[in-house]
């Protein structure tokens, strides 16, 4: 009889690609058996979210707790590190997974505290980017690499979601002296399906995080560049929330495109993907990035930045890709545009898609990362 796990996962905030990861990988472990449950942040995430945990919260035997995460380290830190710490040690995991710097430092020293008093807990860690955006060259940067390297030796294996990740990590952080592995994140058979594009779809779509790391600001400067260049206005779609949309909304007005870009609350991605031809992630870092991989394999045209794990997806060379700079951006939605059939053949195809990044391979990876930490 397979053994069952107990399974805790634990990050900071309920948004965006890491919950995504967190919502795909429970969903295939309580298929598998395992008792699963979530901790993550409660002052993050809105209406959207809600029904997403909704959804799920059935299905966690280990239940979802939020409670309030603060970003940056502070003062806070230690009255919410100490209630988060409550409510993990009455979970009793087998296995805490963290996920993102906050979910990963928790996970790994509270595994850590676990193991005073208890049976064996495997303390995992998914950057997903997180902590590795820094510059090593600041203070800052060097402030987070050496925590890194000290809380290497709480964790009993490490989880990259693309080779620039583990890449980045030995380069700022150093080589990792404990067992780590390769997964790159997957997708459900459903997500496969083609999408059709609305009647009405406007040329361009933005779906994701509203800040500045995630390139919004590049992408309506973008858009007005290729407009001008064309002769005429181009339509946009944004999608998605953040702390610095206000920001966007007065950049949108500023440059006289208010009547040609819609902002949209968060929505469920293949729902924005039939809003647009083309969907543009405009990102000025990414480790991998999940709405790469939906859009794609709902058979949507992309231009996106060359950063982070995203050439792994396109291949080297893929007319595809640019530099998160304004004017290349707008130069391929002029290329885009100009022969939308000819630009949809450059994706990638969706077979080979499937067969590198299915939720069922990325699952089957990850449980078998937790019971080598187990000794199973």
């Not at 409660?42 to 059935?58: C, I, N, P, Q, V």
């Not at 990963?104 to 208890?118: E, K, N, Q, T």
């Not at 950057?127 to 940067?141: K, Q, R, V």
Request: aromatic share 8%; charged share 20%.
């Amino acid at each position: 009889m397979a053994v069952k796990l107990r399974i805790v996962h634990c990050f900071r905030s309920p948004v965006g690609g890491i919950f995504r990861h967190v919502r795909d990988l429970t969903e295939a472990q309580v298929a598998a058996g395992h008792a699963v449950g979530i901790v993550c942040d409660s002052t993050t995430g809105g209406d959207y979210e809600e029904r997403l945990f909704e959804a799920m919260k059935d299905s966690l035997a280990l239940g979802i707790h939020r409670t309030p995460m603060q970003r940056h380290v502070g003062p806070g830190d230690l009255a919410s590190a100490w209630r988060t710490y409550r409510i993990i040690k009455e979970l009793r995991p087998d296995v805490l997974h963290g996920h993102g710097a906050k979910g990963g430092a928790y996970a790994r020293l509270f595994g850590s505290l676990l193991r005073v008093s208890r049976s064996r807990v495997a303390r995992l860690y998914s950057p997903h980017g997180g902590s590795l955006h820094y510059d090593e060259t600041t203070a800052m940067g060097k402030l987070f690499f050496g925590l890194e390297r000290f809380m290497a030796r709480f964790t009993d294996c490490l989880l990259f979601v693309s080779d620039y990740e583990r890449n980045t990590y030995r380069r700022k952080v150093g080589e990792p002296p404990i067992p780590n592995t390769l997964v790159y994140n997957g997708l459900r058979a459903a997500e496969f399906e083609p999408v059709a594009t609305a009647a009405n779809a406007a040329d361009f779509l933005y779906i994701g995080m509203m800040r500045d790391l995630k390139g919004p600001d590049i992408f309506i400067d973008a858009l007005a560049l290729a407009g001008s260049a064309l002769g005429s206005p181009l339509s946009a779609v944004m999608v998605g929330d953040g702390d610095d949309l206000p920001r966007y909304h007065a950049q949108v007005e500023r440059l006289g495109l208010k009547s040609h870009v819609r902002f949209l609350p968060p929505m469920p991605a293949r729902d924005a993907f039939a809003l647009a031809g083309l969907i543009v992630v405009p990102s000025r870092a990414e480790a991998m990035p999940y709405i790469v991989l939906e859009a794609l394999a709902a058979g949507m045209p992309m231009i996106a930045t060359a950063v982070g794990g995203i050439p792994e997806i396109f291949g080297d060379g893929s007319p595809a890709l640019i530099r998160p700079d304004p004017s290349q951006l707008a130069a391929k939605m002029g290329t885009a545009l100009d022969d939308r059939h000819a630009y949809l053949k450059a994706m990638p195809q969706a077979g080979e898609l499937k067969s590198r990044f299915g939720a069922d391979v990325m699952a089957a990876e990850i449980e078998k990362a937790y019971f080598a930490a187990l000794n199973k």
